[in-house]
């Protein structure tokens, strides 16, 4: 039996606005992938770049979201892990193993192990970080074209004076996490 080891790892746990979205990847050792790194070290065109080598040459992978409903109604670590499982169930082959970042693992239906930093140190992780920066990062910019007022494109929903300055003058949209404090600080009119 072949042993398949998929890598997970999640992207936009911390904003204030959007999914979390998760990816697993399963790699080809006879196709590695030069410059896999956690993606919050590459810039954004590399990201891309490399989001499109993974896709070609991964021997699997698949990306899932949790959405801002989701989070609101369970929070955002039940909801990465809710992504994170997602994930790899849109895997169109089995894993043996999973290997997830961070130091908690979702149920699965094959061993997990969860690895604080995976995404720097093992490459089926770094390319999972990288496929789930760059499909919600996609997602954001989806999102500023229908509200290009609160500049997400920018800041892609992360909690900055841009966007605070934004939420003041328009006010929290349906895509921002009301159970995050200062947007729920701002609907109980205490922002």
Do not use: W
């Not at 080598?53 to 670590?77: K, M, P, Q, T, W």
Request: with cysteine; hydrophobic share 45%.
């Amino acid at each position: 039996m072949i042993h398949l080891v998929c890598g997970v790892d999640e992207a936009g746990r911390g904003p204030l606005a959007g999914p979390v979205y998760a990816a697993a990847v399963i790699l080809d050792p006879a196709r590695p992938i030069a410059g896999l790194a956690d993606s919050k070290k590459l810039s954004a065109r590399k990201r891309e770049r490399l989001s499109i080598e993974i896709r070609e040459r991964a021997l699997a992978y698949g990306i899932a979201f949790a959405s801002v409903e989701e989070i609101d109604s369970i929070n955002i670590l039940q909801a990465t892990l809710l992504a994170m499982r997602r994930a790899v169930d849109a895997l169109p082959v089995m894993a043996s193993q999973a290997l997830i970042d961070g130091n908690r693992c979702p149920p699965l239906a094959m061993p997990a192990r969860a690895i604080v930093r995976g995404d720097a140190t093992e490459p089926a992780i770094s390319a999972a970080s990288i496929l789930a920066k760059t499909a919600r990062d996609a997602e954001m910019r989806r999102i500023h074209d229908i509200f290009p007022q609160y500049g997400l494109d920018r800041h892609k929903g992360y909690d900055t004076v841009g966007h605070r300055a934004a939420l003041a003058l328009h006010g929290p949209a349906g895509f921002h996490r009301k159970s995050f404090a200062p947007i729920r600080a701002l609907l109980e009119g205490r922002g």
